[in-house]
């Protein structure tokens, strides 16, 4: 694979030479003083975009304001509003402002750390904004990811669940953190609409966050919620998708009090009707209620939300393999159609989700802060569908349908506390946090007879009769951690030390009903962190951090798939070493990263007498990776925003038996890790038409395998989406509207995905999409 012996060769080239290479930029980046003074043109179509408050409202103290006072500092630059001489300034209120060019922020929050700015952060993290989200008419969060080379969404499109690699490592969207809180997220797929920001960070971060539900070990994805800003909001969109999806989208903010301190927001979506996919349609809903009090020394805020789908037929993955899980003698089909809908009518996806959380903190005294947040979120989803196993090369599939129900119960809390400390020219931010999270889930499901059809030219299935009991599972998952790090600043903030453990407790409790048969696993473990920052110039960080996670106890399900329902596979040490370089240049911020993860991998594994392999704990997966990215304004009107990742993935210490005969999948790449990521995407301010936007947006992924013997080869893609926005004046108000229309994948590429669910899965790409909306303020 020509990638991927480039992306070896790159690798060591910037392991021994990247921080040279690029100090070559540092003059240009010091001498931009006179281009930062172009100040970013105001943007009238998006609302969460934070704005100047009213006087009275400034004289609230923010948590910025409150650091700002502890130590003294140097005055803080345009671009990065907090000095973070004291590296943190809470997580309530309003999150750090947007970087030149509105599509990302400044900052963002780095766990129990609270929110840092990005030349403060010694670890490679992206923030994207709510201004972003609306322009590219992202629909979900992983809509949202695919401007990000470190992610490649892995599910299939058309399935309703938005699951992701992050540096090569699978990502399940039940990881995702909102406000800070694992598990209060909606389960499956999160839309976008009520979101501030999507806070992207790379690598494991048990220290900062403890450890994701489902064990995230390539990095963790934080949702920030809307609340209200220091201005009024009233709006309305009219929504289009293709073929023949239409919706209505609303967005409503205020603030009251002498100094504006109570705010409240609303967001609701509802659509429905036919989706991109043949005989698919899709209707969704949800409604999010956002109350917060910002005031000079207590701030809180409290989330309420409902979302729902139904979609009918999802499509599901696809997998090659004739007897699992090592005879892979099926080639890699053709790809159908784009758009083709394989799976039979009947086939229904329905998840629900209810969530209510809050989050306050208390200035005890002018340098220690209390802080404390608990959630609940029930996610409950109704499933009827196959999934379906080529048998030929011409298509062919087969598969049990499967009519299931499953109930997730998440009740999170933490509680903590941050002081700062001046001990001689020192600075220490002392963190303290304890956290704990419990998930009851409940499984029950029946199969039916095998059904058939073809990936190319679907036949109609009739309705199965689902008489056999497959599944009836019952775990408990309990995670417990407390966390401590010291943040010491020096000479100015131009050297800052992290230091940090967390004692992280994993216990899982299974119950398989049908057999009687009950596991459990309970294990305490250490996991340590160092960071430090170097800042040469003021404009120029230099990081490196050393950062261990965990894998999360796996409670194996999937009566169809394995046989080893119920089983707990233990909870396994994951190790990060990473370093990097930060350039902000005043309108563009340019970063790159080294990175090198090691994590234990859990494989199918053939058992004797079993037509169905289990799912076990075998051998460990190492990513080692080199990160490019850029932001920013190039000029007034030129935004960029993108980058490449090149990951040299391998399998090591792994191999397994089936009968006689012994695999050795040592030096095979993982399942799912391509060598080359691109993402690229740009915005142009017309000349020629004031008000008028043109945007476009490359993405290119190279070549990857669908199973662990590299006998499968999924062929590299590329997806083009283009889009205008068009901001005029109302003639009855004077108020701005906004008409977008974007073309999703617009030459119709059809590409595979892999996906590691079991050995050789793959998923489809999405279809060209066509995006149209109208947003209206009054």
Do not use: C
């Not at 109570?262 to 956002?290: K, P």
């Not at 139904?310 to 784009?338: D, G």
């Not at 700062?420 to 220490?428: A, C, F, L």
């Not at 995407?681 to 043109?694: I, Y």
């Amino acid at each position: 694979m020509t990638h991927r012996v480039a992306a070896r060769n790159v690798m060591r080239a910037v392991s021994l030479g990247a921080v040279s290479y690029l100090a070559l930029s540092l003059d240009f980046a010091g001498g931009s003083s006179a281009f930062a003074q172009n100040l970013p043109p105001v943007t009238v179509d998006a609302p969460s975009q934070q704005r100047a408050r009213p006087a009275a409202a400034r004289r609230t103290q923010t948590s910025t304001s409150r650091v700002q006072r502890r130590v003294a500092a140097p005055a803080p630059r345009r671009v990065e509003p907090v000095p973070y001489v004291t590296p943190s300034t809470g997580t309530v209120g309003a999150p750090p402002a947007p970087y030149a060019g509105g599509q990302v922020a400044t900052g963002a929050r780095l766990g129990f750390l609270g929110n840092r700015g990005v030349m403060n952060t010694p670890f490679s993290q992206t923030s994207y904004t709510a201004e972003l989200m609306q322009n590219q008419q992202a629909r979900t969060v992983g809509d949202v990811l695919y401007n990000d080379p470190s992610v490649r969404m892995k599910t299939p499109a058309g399935n309703g669940i938005d699951g992701l690699y992050i540096r090569g490592f699978y990502h399940d969207s039940g990881d995702y953190s909102m406000n800070g809180l694992y598990g209060m997220a909606p389960f499956y797929s999160t839309s976008a609409n009520f979101l501030e920001r999507v806070e992207v960070l790379k690598g494991p971060g048990v220290l900062l966050n403890g450890m994701p539900p489902a064990g995230a070990v390539g990095g963790s994805i934080n949702l920030v919620t809307r609340s209200a800003p220091y201005f009024d909001i009233t709006q309305l969109t009219a929504l289009y998708a293709s073929k023949s999806q239409f919706g209505m989208q609303a967005d409503v903010a205020r603030r009251y009090g002498e100094n504006k301190e109570w705010g409240i927001r609303f967001n609701g979506l509802g659509r429905g009707g036919s989706t991109a996919y043949d005989r698919q349609t899709s209707e969704f809903g949800n409604a999010v209620l956002n109350l917060d009090y910002r005031g000079e020394r207590v701030r809180f805020s409290t989330d309420i939300g409902y979302q729902a789908e139904n979609l009918n037929p999802p499509l599901r993955f696809l997998t090659f393999t004739t007897s699992p899980p090592f005879s892979t003698t099926i080639p890699v089909p053709a790809l159908p159609k784009p758009g083709t809908n394989y799976m039979p009518d009947w086939a229904t996806w329905k998840p629900r989700d209810a969530f209510a959380m809050t989050r306050g903190e208390v200035d005890l005294t002018e340098s220690v802060t209390a802080y404390g947040a608990v959630g609940y979120h029930r996610s409950e989803i109704d499933y009827i569908y196959p999934s379906p196993r080529i048998t030929n090369a011409n298509g062919n599939w087969t598969a049990a349908p499967f009519n299931g129900r499953d109930v997730y119960d998440n009740y999170v809390g933490e509680v903590g506390i941050r002081a700062s400390v001046d001990t001689g020219p020192i600075n220490h931010l002392l963190t303290v946090n304890y956290s704990a999270f419990e998930r009851d889930y409940s499984s029950f499901g029946k199969a039916g007879a095998a059904v058939s059809s073809n990936l190319y030219n679907p036949v109609a299935i009739p309705y199965p009769n689902f008489a056999t009991v497959a599944q009836n599972l019952e775990t408990r998952t309990k995670l417990t951690s407390v966390g401590i790090a010291d943040t010491m600043s020096m000479f100015n903030n131009r050297l800052q030390l992290i230091v940090g453990a967390r004692r992280q407790t994993a216990g899982v409790d299974s119950l398989n009903l049908l057999t009687a048969a009950k596991s459990s696993v309970d294990v305490p473990t250490w996991s340590p962190g160092y960071a430090v920052i170097v800042k040469p110039l003021e404009n120029v960080s230099l990081y490196a951090n050393y950062i261990e996670g965990l894998k999360a106890p796996e409670v194996v399900t999937g009566a169809t798939t394995y046989s080893n329902v119920g089983e707990i596979i233990p909870p396994a040490q994951t190790k990060q070493k990473e370093a990097g370089v930060k350039v902000d240049m005043g309108r563009v911020t340019v970063t790159a990263s080294w990175f090198d993860i090691t994590s234990p991998n859990t494989i199918a594994v053939a058992v004797p007498g079993q037509t169905l392999p289990a799912r076990r704990l075998a051998g460990e997966q190492q990513n080692r990776g080199v990160e490019l990215y850029a932001f920013g304004e190039i000029s007034p009107t030129v935004r960029i925003l993108g980058g490449v990742t090149l990951i040299d993935g391998e399998v090591i210490k792994q191999s397994t038996s089936a009968g006689s005969l012994i695999f050795n999948f040592n030096g095979k790449v993982p399942v799912g890790v391509s060598a080359l990521n691109l993402n690229l995407g740009a915005e142009w301010d017309t000349p020629f038409v004031n008000g008028l936007t043109l945007t476009g947006r490359v993405i290119h992924t190279s070549e990857s395998y669908a199973n662990d013997a590299n006998t499968q080869e999924l062929p590299a893609w590329t997806r083009v989406d283009l889009g205008a926005r068009y901001t005029f004046l109302s003639p009855w108000n004077g108020k701005p509207i906004v008409i977008r229309a974007n073309v999703e994948n617009v030459f119709n590429e059809a590409y595979w995905n892999s996906y590691r669910t079991v050995s050789s899965a793959v998923s489809l790409g999405a279809p060209r999409t066509y995006l149209l909306s109208t947003t209206f303020n009054f």
